[in-house]
């Protein structure tokens, strides 16, 4: 009897571990953007943490445009640093914007 209830208590651990979600750390892929006549990229990024864009987080400076989401996770871009300002979503795998949408953050979900 105290195998049984052993065994079983064992049983459902294991599957209540099974049925927790796992924890997204990161967004897999690359996402791109171009300033400054150059591009830049974040592989793997963070998921659910704002970056500020470092070639672009001065507001003294032009800001980056054309991004390009090749990542998993939906890539909202802000036009302002700190994930300020109006902000758009781009999608998983194939998101893009234009040279008119400006960027200096962005936050993967």
């Known amino acids: 009897m105290r195998f ?19 924890s997204a ?19 793997n990024p963070p998921s659910e943490e704002c970056i500020t864009l470092p070639e672009v987080a001065d507001e003294q400076v032009l800001p980056a445009h054309t991004p390009g989401n090749a990542t998993d996770a939906v890539a909202t871009v802000y036009a302002g640093s700190e994930c300020t300002g109006p902000q758009f979503d ?13 960027v200096r953050s962005v936050v993967f979900h």
Do not use: C, I, N, W
């Open 90 to 102: 781009l999608r998983p795998h194939t998101g893009h914007g234009s040279d008119r949408l400006k």
């Open 4 to 22: 049984r209830s052993t065994l079983a208590a064992a049983v459902g651990a294991f599957a209540l571990v099974l049925t927790l979600p796992a």
């Open 25 to 43: 750390s990161a967004a897999e892929g690359t996402f791109t953007y171009q300033y400054a006549d150059r591009t830049g990229a974040l592989t």
